[in-house]
Every structure is written in C-alpha cells, then in structure tokens.
C-alpha cells in the first residue's frame, strides 16, 4: 500500500472509533441477508421501493427512521409475515421469498414481549421448542440454557405479571433466542422500559450479542439507541435507503441534510463557494460570513451552492471575539438547555432573520468564571474541520 492509499485509508475512519471488524468493506466476504430491489406496495401505497441492503453474519444491524418510512415493513417481510411486491429476499444465499415464517431461520422480539399471561417463564421459554417437536430432555436443557445467558434462573416459575418490565423483556429474549435462529429480529425492542433501564440493557444485547456471534436486525426510530447499539445503521426515508454505514460516519459525514438533520442536533449553513485550494474549501454564507472547512473528497466547484453541516458539540462559545479570521460569527443567546452532562446553546446570528444555531458546552466543572444568560451577545467559532460540506 503507497503512502496516498495509507492515508485515503485512515481518513476513512471517522471519529475516535476503529473497527477491528468490517466485513461489509471486505470485496469477498457473503452477505447473510441479501435484499434485492424489494417492494411492497398497499394499494397505492409504497411502503418499501425497489430497495438493496445486505447484511453480514455477526452484525448488529439496525434500520432507522420515522413512523411511516418503511423500516418495520422491510423487517416484517424478512420474517415471513409480509410477502414483497416484487424483488427477492435471500438468507445466506438461499431465497426465501413465499417460505412461511415458522420455516424461517429467524426469529422476533416484539417491543410488547407477546409473552403468554398464563404461562410460567419457563413454559413460555419452552412454547417454540415444543412446536417443532423437540425432545423433552432436549428442551429442558435448551430452556436452562437459556435462563442462564439472560440471568433468570429463580425466576422460571413466576407468570409475567409477576416480573418486572426489564425481566420481561429478558424472557422474550430467551424465547426468541432459545429455537437459536441464524438472525434475530428486534423491533422497538426497549421501547417499553424506563430510560435507566433501556440504557443498562442497551449494553447487555451488546454484549449478548457479541457472545453469542449472532446476526441482529433492529428496528428503532430513536437514534441514540441505534447509534449505541448498532455496527452499521440504514436511514431509511420513504420506503428507501438513503445512508449506510457505521454510526460515526453517519453522525460525523451524513450523505445528505435529511441524514444530518435526522440524526442529532445540527446548524445547516446555506452558502456558495468562493475558492477551492487543495482540500481547503471557502464559503460565503448569509448570516455567518466567510466559512473554511477542510474537503478531501474534491467535491466543491466555485460559484456552486454548498450546505455545511455543523454540529453542536463542535461549536466554541465565548464572551470575546476569537482571534481567527474566519469560522466565526457574533450572535444573541436566545434559550438555554441545561442537561447535566452539557448545556445547549441557542443563539440567533446574522440578525432578526438569522437562523438560531445551537451550540453544547460540557459542564466539566460546577461553576463558570463568566457564565452565559438569556439575551446575552457572544462569539461562536469552529475550527476548519468542524463542518462537513452535505448535498441537498
């Protein structure tokens, strides 16, 4: 490898997180599930649009997006319960298009558990496994096993109106773990549980996950979760895909504004470029001046629009004009958030009409030699690699 493709390599990895895996970039690895040009259609209704996406074994995957975006159908349609309109759907090489879901080698957890009320932890662990006609011994076992791995051994004769809410989402693990299928499927899968909860057991499905060698699909439109949890993420728009990729490279490059907008806070500053000096891009735009960011991908061409992504944490705050010519602009604090771990700035710039760009401050110590109030005029400043030039 030459010096220029070491670095093009490097740069590839965004933010402070390197992959020891990554078999999507792999020329040769086998995709597990193979989704090609798939749709379904209600009526006039196209719910997923001629839609590509592979996925490999051992990932966590998730697809992300708003109520309506076609994400839970894709998901459903993998499971056996929804057939496509058209396009085909392979679980490691083999098609599954028309196999109903109990010959399926996946298998689901609701976000509502669907655990039965008058069935013991235990039998309700045991139900699938009796379907298929195990062996009694056999089932035990497989049922130990699995009380085991999600650390409910006491509890396997308690019905689930006996169980708490994040003990009930573990029995629905085991369950849908205990028939061991090549892909597990999560929709919403800790919508139901308090925040302190869902976090922890963000982390246990991480790891359990990790442990197991599994392949999991997970269904979310909240996007800390999928960010957290997930190797790579698929925003999905109106029945399509718009980015897939790892969640810093969604976060810190999104492919267009839909992208940036959706996941996480973000300032959008509209502009035209004025120069392009090696990877060095200018901007102007109305409301915050003269704009610098660093380009590589050699996509800006003078005198055409351009969109630069900024997002909040990357923002500087101050009472007194930086030092720097540019990445700066003079605005009025308008609201304040504090959250604990940081506050969020709102700043209105460029005057009545300006937009209001949000900017974070962590709260590293408990006070603040100048601190900031409403209506307060301040500095904000970024460095030149802080924005990200978008598409529309």
């Given at each position: 490898?030459?010096?220029?493709?070491?670095?093009?390599?490097?740069?590839?990895?965004?933010?402070?997180?390197?992959?020891?895996?990554?078999?999507?970039?792999?020329?040769?690895?086998?995709?597990?599930?193979?989704?090609?040009?798939?749709?379904?259609?209600?009526?006039?209704?196209?719910?997923?649009?001629?839609?590509?996406?592979?996925?490999?074994?051992?990932?966590?995957?998730?697809?992300?997006?708003?109520?309506?975006?076609?994400?839970?159908?894709?998901?459903?349609?993998?499971?056996?319960?929804?057939?496509?309109?058209?396009?085909?759907?392979?679980?490691?090489?083999?098609?599954?298009?028309?196999?109903?879901?109990?010959?399926?080698?996946?298998?689901?957890?609701?976000?509502?558990?669907?655990?039965?009320?008058?069935?013991?932890?235990?039998?309700?662990?045991?139900?699938?496994?009796?379907?298929?006609?195990?062996?009694?011994?056999a089932i035990a076992s497989r049922v130990e096993e699995?009380?085991?791995?999600?650390?409910?051994?006491?509890?396997?004769?308690?019905?689930?109106?006996?169980?708490?809410?994040?003990?009930?989402?573990?029995?629905?693990?085991?369950?849908?773990?205990?028939?061991?299928?090549?892909?597990?499927?999560?929709?919403?899968?800790?919508?139901?549980?308090?925040?302190?909860?869902?976090?922890?057991?963000?982390?246990?499905?991480?790891?359990?996950?990790?442990?197991?060698?599994?392949?999991?699909?997970?269904?979310?439109?909240?996007?800390?979760?999928?960010?957290?949890?997930?190797?790579?993420?698929?925003?999905?728009?109106?029945?399509?895909?718009?980015?897939?990729?790892?969640?810093?490279?969604?976060?810190?490059?999104?492919?267009?504004?839909?992208?940036?907008?959706?996941?996480?806070?973000?300032?959008?500053?509209?502009?035209?470029?004025?120069?392009?000096?090696?990877?060095?891009?200018?901007?102007?735009?109305?409301?915050?001046?003269?704009?610098?960011?660093?380009?590589?991908?050699?996509?800006?061409?003078?005198?055409?629009?351009?969109?630069?992504?900024?997002?909040?944490?990357?923002?500087?705050?101050?009472?007194?004009?930086?030092?720097?010519?540019?990445?700066?602009?003079?605005?009025?604090?308008?609201?304040?958030?504090?959250?604990?771990?940081?506050?969020?700035?709102?700043?209105?710039?460029?005057?009545?009409?300006?937009?209001?760009?949000?900017?974070?401050?962590?709260?590293?110590?408990?006070?603040?030699?100048?601190?900031?109030?409403?209506?307060?005029?301040?500095?904000?400043?970024?460095?030149?690699?802080?924005?990200?030039?978008?598409?529309?």
């Amino acid at each position: 490898m030459n010096q220029r493709t070491a670095r093009k390599a490097a740069r590839r990895s965004v933010g402070s997180v390197r992959r020891i895996s990554a078999p999507w970039a792999e020329p040769d690895a086998k995709a597990l599930v193979e989704f090609r040009s798939v749709t379904k259609s209600y009526g006039d209704v196209t719910a997923v649009d001629g839609l590509s996406l592979s996925i490999y074994p051992g990932e966590f995957f998730a697809l992300l997006g708003p109520s309506g975006c076609g994400k839970t159908t894709l998901m459903r349609m993998l499971a056996g319960f929804e057939e496509p309109t058209g396009g085909t759907i392979l679980l490691d090489g083999v098609e599954i298009t028309g196999t109903p879901p109990h010959r399926r080698p996946t298998n689901m957890m609701f976000q509502s558990y669907a655990l039965f009320p008058h069935m013991s932890v235990w039998d309700n662990i045991a139900f699938g496994l009796k379907q298929e006609g195990m062996a009694r011994a056999a089932i035990a076992s497989r049922v130990e096993e699995m009380l085991a791995l999600v650390r409910l051994e006491g509890l396997a004769r308690r019905r689930p109106d006996q169980l708490s809410g994040g003990q009930r989402q573990r029995v629905a693990l085991a369950r849908s773990l205990a028939k061991r299928p090549k892909v597990l499927l999560l929709d919403e899968p800790l919508g139901a549980l308090d925040r302190k909860l869902r976090e922890a057991t963000q982390f246990e499905l991480m790891d359990l996950q990790a442990d197991l060698g599994l392949t999991f699909l997970m269904v979310t439109h909240d996007q800390d979760e999928a960010m957290i949890m997930a190797d790579r993420i698929a925003v999905m728009d109106h029945g399509r895909i718009v980015q897939v990729a790892p969640a810093e490279e969604v976060y810190e490059q999104p492919a267009n504004r839909y992208v940036a907008e959706f996941v996480g806070d973000v300032t959008i500053a509209e502009g035209v470029v004025t120069s392009v000096r090696g990877h060095l891009v200018h901007i102007h735009a109305p409301h915050f001046g003269a704009i610098e960011i660093d380009e590589e991908e050699g996509r800006a061409n003078v005198g055409a629009p351009a969109l630069v992504a900024l997002r909040p944490e990357k923002i500087q705050i101050g009472h007194d004009e930086p030092a720097q010519p540019l990445n700066k602009v003079r605005g009025e604090i308008w609201d304040i958030a504090y959250l604990g771990d940081f506050t969020m700035m709102q700043v209105k710039v460029g005057g009545d009409d300006g937009p209001l760009v949000k900017a974070a401050i962590a709260n590293r110590t408990r006070r603040m030699e100048r601190p900031f109030a409403w209506d307060d005029m301040v500095w904000l400043w970024w460095d030149v690699e802080a924005g990200v030039l978008i598409d529309p």
